[in-house]
């Protein structure tokens, strides 16, 4: 039996936002929720697959965050610009 790994990774997003929302629904602030998952996320991304790729997989994120805040800044810029003419 083959699993469709997207479909898995679809269903394990859908349950950890709806855990997340329950928790802050809860009362506890979204930074905590979050944090936690990233720091759990994390230390189990590194026993599975080690520092060195985890590292490699921050840096990919991050470079991608670093291009979607550029694109972003970009886009404001000119609309702001659109709005001056």
Do not use: Y
Not at 13 to 21: G, L, R
Not at 59 to 85: C, D, G, P, W
Request: hydrophobic fraction near 45%; charged fraction near 20%.
């Amino acid at each position: 039996m083959t699993m469709d790994i997207s479909a898995v990774r679809q269903q394990l997003m859908d349950q950890w936002q709806k855990v997340a929302i329950d928790l802050i629904k809860g009362g506890i602030p979204p930074e905590a929720v979050f944090e936690s998952l990233l720091t759990v996320g994390l230390a189990g991304h590194v026993e599975i697959f080690g520092k060195d790729a985890t590292a490699s997989k921050i840096a990919a994120i991050a470079q991608q965050l670093s291009v979607q805040v550029k694109q972003e800044a970009e886009a404001l810029r000119e609309a702001s610009e659109a709005t001056k003419n």
